[in-house]
Structure formats: structure tokens, C-alpha cells
């Protein structure tokens, strides 16, 4: 297994690919990861999709939500 960046040492944005899977991990709906970062479903909707590149911020949140093992009520 391949080390965890930090959000300073990325190289590469998220890709939709990658939202997807953290979308699954962390078991959110597009609503709920809409209520999160306070976008509309249908913007994550288009992140999903590529229809539209993920802010790196979005990414930092998801990042934030996942290791301390938060729920979206409980982080946002």
C-alpha cells in the first residue's frame, strides 16, 4: 500500500474516479456531500460525471471526513 499524501504534497487533482471511491468509503449520498461542502447536488452530480473539475478544498474536506471517521452531521 502506497503512503497517504497530505494535501501540500499532492501532485495530481482529484479525479472523478477518485471522488467516487471516496463518495463509497465513506457510504454519502450526493446530498449529503452537497450539504457538506455547501455546493448543490446537481455541482456534485457534475463532479461525478466530469463535467466539471473537484476544487481542491473538496478534497481536503473529504480527506478531513474520512480519517477522523466523521459523519457529515458531525464535521459540517
Known sequence: MK??????ERIT???ATEFR???RRL???NKKIA???RKSEQ???NW???RQSIPDHVEVLLDLAE????DAQSVG
Not at 503512503?3 to 501540500?8: F, H, I, V
Not at 480519517?67 to 466523521?70: A, D, E, K, S
Open 67 to 70: 480519517t477522523t471517521g466523521r
Open 3 to 8: 503512503p497517504r499524501l497530505n494535501a501540500r
Open 21 to 23: 471511491k471516496r463518495q
Open 48 to 50: 461525478r460525471n466530469e
Open 35 to 37: 450539504d457538506f461542502v
Open 27 to 29: 457510504g454519502w449520498t
Open 43 to 45: 455541482t456534485v452530480s
Open 13 to 15: 487533482k482529484m479525479d
